[in-house]
């Protein structure tokens, strides 16, 4: 799976972007989320919040319990808004 990070997430967590094997107990962008945060203090102050975060998968808003399998891509950012 390849991740992305976008704008502040991308300060807090360190990385842009980094590739991933999923483990067995991540099925959805829910339980991504909740195991990502486990991944160390960067990730947890990134994501401690997740009204702030926006996910799309495969470059589709998707919400919580939207399915999600290797090979996918995950952008995560923070909420857009327009001018």
């Given at each position: 799976m390849r991740l992305l990070y976008f704008a502040w997430l991308r300060a807090k967590i360190?990385?842009?972007?980094?590739?991933?094997?999923?483990?067995?107990q991540v099925h959805d962008v829910k339980s991504l989320l909740q195991w990502l945060k486990s991944r160390g203090p960067g990730y947890a102050e990134a994501l401690k919040d997740m009204q702030t975060v926006r996910v799309a998968v495969n470059q589709d808003y998707v919400g919580p319990e939207h399915a999600i399998r290797d090979g996918d891509e995950v952008a995560i950012f923070p909420p857009v808004t327009g001018g």
């Open positions: 360190g990385t842009a972007e980094e590739e991933l094997k999923l483990p067995p």
